[in-house]
């Protein structure tokens, strides 16, 4: 019993903020989460990748560790990812394979493992969300592109807050105490905003083909934790860290992924990751809770 209560404790909190967002959506259409954007992308962000990584309790070690797991996760969905999109029969397999192979780590997966595993399950969340982050401003525009854009990398906030926290933590630097108690206020602000606009996100995206939503959202909530079991046998990886890799292999497609094609994809592809990222989310509701579920079972 005691673990079902746990499990609640988790998940009501996020899932609740995902639903003041859709009522909110629902009520206002036209509400404008520009703001949102724009301070989770140029310092919320940012500042929980400082505090999440730097302030948890995390070694560099751990934090390595994760980063390249996680990085082997991406390549077996990436292969996963290709073949469901080649049955389906997409014609554009590079730009509709974001939303398959980079998770929403960041939006659900980072207060989901803070809630299961405290302040050092989200610190190793933040190391995973670093490679999310990364690869949403290089492989992502290079996939909706076509081609590699550096500019896009040298004006991203994160990606400068993901080498100051490396750096921190590989020469054991303590951050004063203001900014620790900055960066965490920061934090939970964005996780709140974030999880509300993830929320509204779901009253405006449409689902366009409803069967290769399907099939690929399959592939991104169910066979995504296959990938993260799989390697945590591999590696023979134990306790709360391996729950954190699970939860996170277990994320729904990110929303950032729609963004970004938004600016580098033409419309119809466009509109084919938004039916997966509100299919995957969906979906997302049910599988995740058992996700949840076993990692705190097995790995606590």
Not at 42 to 52: E, K, Q, S
Not at 178 to 200: K, V
Not at 287 to 299: E, G, M, N, R
Request: with cysteine; proline share 5%; aromatic share 16%.
């Amino acid at each position: 019993m005691e673990i079902y209560i746990k499990l609640f404790e988790v998940l009501f909190p996020v899932f609740f903020v995902v639903g003041i967002g859709y009522f909110l959506g629902r009520k206002n259409p036209k509400i404008d989460t520009t703001f949102i954007t724009n301070f989770a992308a140029n310092i919320g962000t940012p500042a929980m990748i400082i505090y999440a990584v730097t302030s948890t309790g995390i070694t560099f070690d751990i934090f390595a560790k994760y980063f390249w797991y996680y990085l082997i996760a991406i390549f077996f969905f990436s292969i996963l990812g290709v073949v469901t999109l080649y049955l389906i029969k997409t014609k554009d397999i590079v730009r509709e394979l974001p939303p398959l192979i980079l998770p929403n780590t960041g939006n659900m997966g980072l207060p989901i493992c803070l809630f299961a595993y405290g302040s050092q399950g989200l610190g190793v969340s933040a190391a995973i969300s670093s490679l999310i982050i990364l690869f949403h401003f290089t492989l992502g525009v290079f996939l909706a592109d076509r081609k590699f854009n550096l500019t896009v990398i040298t004006k991203n906030p994160p990606f400068y807050a993901i080498i100051f926290s490396s750096l921190i933590l590989f020469n054991e630097i303590k951050l004063p105490t203001f900014i620790i108690n900055t960066t965490e206020w920061l934090m939970f602000a964005t996780i709140f905003l974030i999880l509300m606009s993830l929320g509204i996100a779901l009253t405006r995206l449409k689902v366009f083909s409803l069967n290769k939503a399907i099939a690929a959202s399959i592939t991104r909530t169910i066979l995504g934790p296959v990938i993260g079991i799989l390697l945590i046998i591999f590696f023979d990886l134990r306790g709360f860290a391996a729950g954190v890799l699970l939860i996170q292999c277990s994320m729904p497609s990110a929303v950032l992924t729609y963004l970004v094609g938004s600016i580098y994809s033409p419309k119809k592809i466009v509109d084919s990751i938004a039916s997966t990222i509100v299919v995957s989310t969906l979906m997302s509701f049910i599988t995740v809770p058992i996700v949840v579920f076993i990692a705190l079972k097995y790995f606590s």
